[in-house]
């Protein structure tokens, strides 16, 4: 129950920073068009800096093997979200922002912080393993399915993406157990911790011209938030509580929770700004993760409680 008070406190923090950036913008600091650049700031400096900051850490057998189950949930839960969603397009009618929305979360914005302050700088390591999954998914499968586009993947832009090579340099120098320099260091330190200040406020500023009283009246993405924030995060902590009785790990239901709270997350900030990348319908993504994000504050606590019972 206690875990479950905390993760609800952090979210409401971290839903502050959307209603700061919305006020820039009723206050005329900002215009809402101007969030594409900090858009790009958070997807191609902060996210890579703070991958390769992660990364960071002592080499130990224990920390490889906790790894890997948390890659191992990861590619499952991402298989389980793309296989679900595909199925329910044509008898739900859903559109590409809605199954992006449905299957990428705020693992990188939310998790990261709320592990942290929840269960431990410690922790926080595992939460590569479902970002790094993610990051490189939702910049083939996701990018591809926002953009529309119906041509083969360009895999030299996928190779050369900012967050790729963090991914690939950051598990070089975890694996050879190369340490960056502090100054270094503490600069990759400093934009990754902008990550969720950024994107959240970012996503503030996007639904900064919008009417509220026109966000909350669309009954549409409150179907979606439905499916994404407590029909799919009930069935996989049923799923992830049966493997954490199999004792793959002395720590497994932990690192299996890390993985959890990224799966039951809101809907990805990252789906409104490649929606804005991509000249798509930023602000219909903007209203799904603005109401995900509202949503949660309950939701996430008692799918974590669902998940605690039943481990």
């Given amino acids: ?27 005329g600091l900002f215009k809402s068009e101007e969030s594409k650049v900090i858009s790009n700031m958070v997807v191609y400096i902060c996210s ?43 008898p739900l009618n859903l559109n590409s922002i809605e199954r992006a929305s449905l299957i990428y979360t705020n693992a990188g914005n939310l998790i990261i912080p709320l592990v942290a302050a929840v269960m431990g700088l410690e922790w ?9 999954v993610q990051t490189v998914l ?13 041509e083969d993947w360009d895999y030299k ?13 950051g598990f070089f120098f975890f694996a050879a157990r190369i340490h960056i320099p502090e100054v270094i260091g503490t600069c990759l330190e400093g934009f990754g911790n902008m990550i969720g200040t950024a994107g959240m406020f970012v996503i503030g500023m996007v639904i900064g011209n919008m009417d509220l009283k026109w966000v909350f009246s669309r009954k549409r993405p409150y179907f979606v938030c439905f499916i994404r ?61 603005v109401m995900s994000i509202i949503f949660c504050i309950v939701t996430m606590p008692l799918m974590v409680m669902l998940y605690e019972t039943l481990a």
Avoid at 2 to 18: D, K, P, R, T, W
Avoid at 124 to 132: G, S
Avoid at 143 to 149: A, D, F, P, V, Y
Avoid at 262 to 284: E, F, G, R
């Fill in 157 to 169: 832009k996928i190779l050369v993406n900012p967050n790729i090579i963090a991914m690939i340099a």
């Fill in 229 to 289: 924030l407590l029909v799919y995060p009930a069935v996989i902590a049923v799923i992830f509580a049966m493997i954490a009785r199999m004792g793959l790990h002395r720590e497994a239901k932990d690192i299996l929770l890390v993985v959890f709270l990224a799966s039951s997350a809101p809907a990805a900030a990252m789906v409104t700004q490649l929606a804005q990348i991509h000249n798509q319908d930023s602000k219909y993504a903007s209203v799904i993760n």
């Fill in 48 to 90: 890579p800096c703070m991958v390769i900051y992660s990364f960071q850490i002592e080499l130990t057998k224990d920390k490889v093997q906790g790894l890997l189950l948390a890659a191992g949930a990861a590619v499952l839960v991402h298989i389980l979200l793309i296989v679900w969603t595909t199925l329910l397009r044509r």
């Fill in 1 to 27: 129950m206690e875990l479950s008070i905390l993760l609800a406190g952090q979210i409401v923090s971290l839903f502050l920073f959307v209603a700061a950036g919305y006020a820039s913008v009723k206050a």
């Fill in 138 to 150: 939702i910049w083939t499968h996701g990018s591809r399915l926002i953009g529309q586009q119906t």
């Fill in 124 to 132: 926080v390591f595992y939460t590569n393993a479902y970002n790094i």
